[in-house]
């Protein structure tokens, strides 16, 4: 394992900086995990994970939701109904996750993959949503990894 500088916490996914925080309500539960891109689902009161456009607005948050709907702990699932804490800002270091198959080092770009992951972002491509701040090996599977969010 890489030492990266951040210790992993049980307890929330922002490791640096204070985010603005709006909470929306999950209509859909699919992969709607903490440290997950969400996007405006059917009216802008809700969020959906998002996919692989541009249109993530923001990071599904754990210790920013109120305790009545937050999972048992940040790698739980939200249920349908949920108000959760969505979390934005450009200035901070988070938990994220790297889809299936990406091998990427500290410093590369990343933009949208499906099921609100990030990918390796390529020229010409998507939104360069975060940045990574360690170097991870998700080749045999999607992976957490520490990231400077850029939205």
Known sequence: MVDT????TTDKI?????????????????????????KRDSGDYQVEVND?????????SYEHTAIEFRPANKDTIY??????GVIVGGDIILR??????QNVTMGAKLTAAENGELTAATIGTHMVLAVAMESVNASDGAK????????
């Open 14 to 38: 922002v490791h640096v900086g204070t985010p603005i925080v709006v909470e929306k309500e999950v209509e859909t539960a699919t992969n709607m995990y903490p440290g997950r891109l969400v």
């Open 144 to 151: 957490n990894i520490i990231v400077k969010s850029r939205l």
């Open 5 to 8: 500088g951040f210790v992993e």
């Open 52 to 60: 692989t456009d541009d249109n993530a607005y923001g990071w599904l």
């Open 79 to 84: 249920k349908a109904k949920d108000k959760a």
């Open 96 to 101: 994220g996750r790297l889809a299936e198959g």
